[in-house]
């Protein structure tokens, strides 16, 4: 299986910071890789798919990055809605994997 | 818009079955374009991809499951459905059907999870 490494797994930030969460692969994943958003007791919710291509309806302050094992969601401008936790995905191999999340709290 | 609900038990005795079906609305799980699948999230633990199923009966397994997991469809009902069999405690988790979405290429194929269901508590105990 494929193993995907978040960091950091929490952080501290402030309404309009740039926030930017690392997600790393095992082993070389394309650009195979889709961010979520989850907040408590909600479904997830996708942000970003093929590593850099935002899912209708999310706001453009949410971006992507990267390729082969290392990849990047970058939030521009936090906004109080943002505070919550986001996952990494691969979508390369079976069994799908995921990260640990990275939960985003307000400092 | 593309809805899908869990229902089942919340609870399940130890060696037990364990059965939850996914009501999906605003979509045909008889479409070929997408996959319908299962996710879990024991406490304090990742998700974890448990299986899919395709419009045509096609099952993908987690390996670490398989041996355990059943997915099925139902067309007429618009539903589909996961069983796991000889539960235990590690089975306790939140579980989740989403759609599974995505594309071939000339790598194979890749997929992602959108929408998912809210979610429904299972929790293995005597």
């Known amino acids: 299986d494929i193993q995907m490494t978040q960091s950091p797994s929490s952080m501290s930030a402030s309404v309009g910071d740039r926030v930017t969460i690392t997600c790393r692969a095992s082993r070389g994943i394309g650009d195979w890789l889709a961010w979520y958003q989850q907040k408590p007791g909600k479904a997830p919710k996708l942000l970003i798919y093929s590593t850099s291509n935002l899912e209708s309806g999310v706001p453009s302050r949410f971006s992507g990055s990267g390729s082969g094992t290392h990849f990047t969601l970058t939030i521009s401008s936090l906004q109080p809605e943002d505070f919550t936790t986001y996952f990494c995905?691969?979508?390369?191999?079976?069994?799908?994997?995921f990260g640990g999340g990275t939960k985003v709290e307000i400092k | 818009q593309v809805k899908l609900q869990e229902s089942g038990p919340g609870l399940v005795r130890p060696s037990e079955t364990l059965s939850l079906t996914c009501t999906v609305s605003?979509?045909?799980?008889?479409?070929?374009?997408?996959?319908w699948s299962w996710v879990r999230q024991p406490p304090g633990k990742r998700l974890e991809w448990i299986a899919y199923i395709y419009f045509n009966g096609s099952t993908n397994y987690n390996p670490s499951l398989r041996s355990r997991v059943t997915t099925s469809v139902d067309m007429s009902k618009n539903q589909f459905s996961l069983k796991v069999s000889s539960v235990t405690a590690a089975d306790t988790a939140v579980y989740y059907c989403a759609r599974e979405r995505g594309y071939w290429s000339a790598l194979g194929m890749t997929t992602w999870f959108d929408p998912w269901g809210q979610g429904t508590t299972v929790t293995v105990s005597s």
């Open positions: 995905q691969q979508g390369y191999s079976f069994p799908r994997t």
């Open positions: 605003g979509a045909s799980v008889s479409s070929a374009n997408y996959y």
